[in-house]
């Protein structure tokens, strides 16, 4: 009597740790505003990666936007801020203006 045991090879890939940022919201709209009205917006940033995540920079648009930054590096799960504080001063019409991280 003869038996057949087939044999398979299992590849596992081990998966590479890294960070992933995640935005609970990408987009903030102001609404009107009067010109000498001054506006901040928190954005919540999440690391939702199996490594840390290592916030280097953050660029605004423009002089009239700037930025605080909550932590700059956050571990895996962790939630931080990044508050955009827009000032108006000198503008008129419709503005758009964004952030880069």
């Given at each position: 009597?003869?038996?057949?045991?087939?044999?398979t090879s299992?590849?596992?890939?081990?998966?590479?740790?890294?960070?992933?940022?995640?935005?609970?919201?990408?987009?903030?709209?102001?609404?009107?505003?009067?010109?000498?009205q001054?506006?901040?917006?928190?954005?919540?940033?999440?690391?939702?990666?199996?490594?840390?995540?290592?916030?280097?920079?953050?660029?605004?648009?423009?002089?009239?936007?700037?930025?605080?930054?909550?932590?700059?590096?956050?571990?895996?799960?962790?939630?931080?801020?990044?508050?955009?504080?827009?000032?108006?001063?000198?503008?008129q019409?419709?503005?758009?203006?964004?952030?880069?991280?």
């Amino acid at each position: 009597m003869c038996y057949c045991l087939p044999l398979t090879s299992i590849l596992c890939l081990a998966q590479t740790p890294a960070p992933v940022i995640s935005f609970e919201k990408t987009h903030h709209d102001f609404g009107k505003m009067s010109h000498d009205q001054k506006m901040s917006y928190k954005y919540k940033v999440t690391n939702s990666g199996n490594a840390p995540l290592h916030i280097k920079e953050i660029r605004p648009s423009c002089g009239c936007t700037y930025t605080v930054m909550g932590q700059s590096i956050l571990k895996s799960g962790e939630i931080s801020f990044i508050e955009v504080r827009f000032d108006p001063t000198g503008m008129q019409g419709n503005v758009h203006k964004y952030l880069e991280v």
